[in-house]
């Protein structure tokens, strides 16, 4: 754990959480000058499953997900076996919208073999590593405008509440999966062969890590965040109360008058043991927008933010003037 020395002074802390809310690259100066270990990670009731982690957690199909019975209930209920149809759609084309935006995936693929996050080979050393357990997924780009999400709010009295809202990276691609189900996770940009007439030379890109589409992905990265958000709050004890809401890979930390202003960075320092932020989009202050909604804090005013409420005029014009719209427009809207 950091030492009042390493922190330093109280006001230096509520100083810092004013200029983490005024947003810039440099993030959350303490957590990056800082290097706390992991003692108050064996207080954890679900940190076993985190050494599993450091080889890979499961898929779902070679190995069931396992059951986190300290954390969550049992699930009773459980939806009708997988129709017999539905395993030819292990191996399918992408969509139309990855041939329009061929050059986008394919520069994304390859940062992401740069990073780690994925492989890179051809078809015939995918088949010769993965055999029978293998799935071409297909894939598709969508170019979105902004996230969609209902807004949580806590009513503190006496005090006001002061945000700041963070961005954690590529959150579902932080946790590595098991080598033996790779095989499931691997997609291509194009069919195009390498050398002609050899289907097995095709590029292959398989995931190492998390992705989207994944339905195990919201299962890891729950119990990855949970562990973060518990850990920070019994790193941060009662001496900085504050409230860490957690939507997907969006954080809003809430801290209620000046100890709970000194507890943002504290609590940003702690995240940062293992989740990398995109400092850039680090904002806030007495009044925030966080997931199309924006709040007040001083006069607890809620409502959608000014981009949001935009969209939404401009998209019913459009549909007014149309008098129809297809099927994705009209859940967007």
Not at 102 to 112: G, I, L, P, S, Y
Request: overall charge negative; aromatic content about 10%.
């Amino acid at each position: 754990m950091a030492s009042p020395r390493q922190v330093g002074s109280l006001e230096q802390l509520e100083k810092e959480a004013f200029r983490m809310a005024a947003g810039g690259e440099k993030g959350c100066t303490l957590a990056s000058a800082q290097d706390l270990g992991d003692r108050g990670r064996r207080r954890d009731p679900d940190r076993d499953f985190l050494r599993q982690a450091e080889e890979g957690l499961p898929v779902g199909i070679l190995d069931p997900l396992p059951r986190t019975p300290h954390v969550f209930e049992e699930q009773l209920k459980w939806p009708l076996e997988n129709s017999p149809w539905e395993a030819s759609l292990a191996w399918v084309p992408n969509y139309s919208s990855v041939e329009e935006h061929a050059d986008f995936a394919r520069a994304k693929f390859e940062e992401d073999v740069r990073e780690g996050l994925m492989a890179k080979m051809s078809m015939g050393e995918f088949l010769e590593r993965y055999g029978e357990h293998t799935a071409i997924a297909a894939l598709a780009v969508i170019v979105e405008d902004e996230e969609l999400d209902k807004k949580r709010i806590i009513h503190e009295e006496g005090e006001t509440a002061f945000s700041v809202v963070g961005d954690i990276a590529k959150a579902h691609r932080r946790y590595k999966h098991s080598r033996k189900e790779h095989g499931y996770l691997a997609c291509q940009v194009d069919t195009k062969e390498e050398v002609p007439g050899d289907p097995a030379s095709q590029t292959v890109y398989v995931n190492l890590v998390g992705t989207f589409g994944l339905s195990c992905a919201s299962n890891w990265w729950t119990r990855i965040a949970a562990c973060g958000l518990r850990l920070t709050y019994h790193l941060l004890g009662p001496d900085f109360p504050l409230d860490l809401l957690l939507y997907a890979d969006d954080l809003e930390a809430m801290g209620k008058g000046l100890r709970g202003r000194r507890g943002i960075p504290l609590s940003y320092l702690f995240l940062t043991l293992g989740y990398p932020f995109k400092w850039a989009k680090t904002r806030g202050g007495f009044r925030v927008e966080w997931l199309g909604m924006e709040t007040e804090y001083p006069t607890y005013k809620l409502g959608l933010s000014l981009k949001r409420a935009t969209w939404l005029v401009e998209w019913l014009r459009l549909l007014a003037r149309a008098g129809k719209t297809e099927a994705n427009a009209f859940a967007q809207g």
